[in-house]
Nanobody, 121 residues
Framework: QVQLVESGGGLVQPGGSLRLSCAASGNIFSISAMGWFRQAPGKERELVATITSDGYTNYADSMKGRSTISRDNAKNTVYLQMTSLKPEDAAVYYC???????????????WGKGTPVTVSS
């Protein structure tokens, strides 16, 4: 009933840039936070960046200064602009949203299916 669809992943050279997008749709009353996580093979899923509906942001230490997260509340869409990409940034990037579907329900975590990012020469 709530879907998150990512786009923008692909192959980029070290030092290059990439812009990811994620749109939420379905039965949505409010979204208090959206963000991006990533997971490389054999590793745990980790935070990349998040942004609240009020515009407060949080970044992983490894991404500070190299990424910018933004959000269009009217479109329920979150963006991640990444620059100066490194091979260790390669992973499947997952969109995240904390969604409340009605005034009587609790918020829940929702995840996209992921978009792969490859950083290689």
């Amino acid at each position: 009933q709530v879907q998150l669809v990512e786009s923008g992943g692909g192959l980029v050279q070290p030092g290059g840039s990439l812009r990811l997008s994620c749109a939420a749709s379905g039965n949505i009353f409010s979204i208090s936070a959206m963000g991006w996580f990533r997971q490389a093979p054999g590793k745990e899923r980790e935070l990349v960046a998040t942004i609240t509906s009020d515009g407060y942001t949080n970044y992983a230490d490894s991404m500070k200064g190299r990424s910018t997260i933004s959000r269009d509340n009217a479109k329920n869409t979150v963006y991640l602009q990444m620059t100066s990409l490194k091979p260790e940034d390669a992973a499947v990037y997952y969109c995240y949203a904390y969604v409340r579907q009605s005034t009587l329900s609790r918020g829940m975590d929702y995840w996209g299916k992921g978009t792969p990012v490859t950083v290689s020469s």
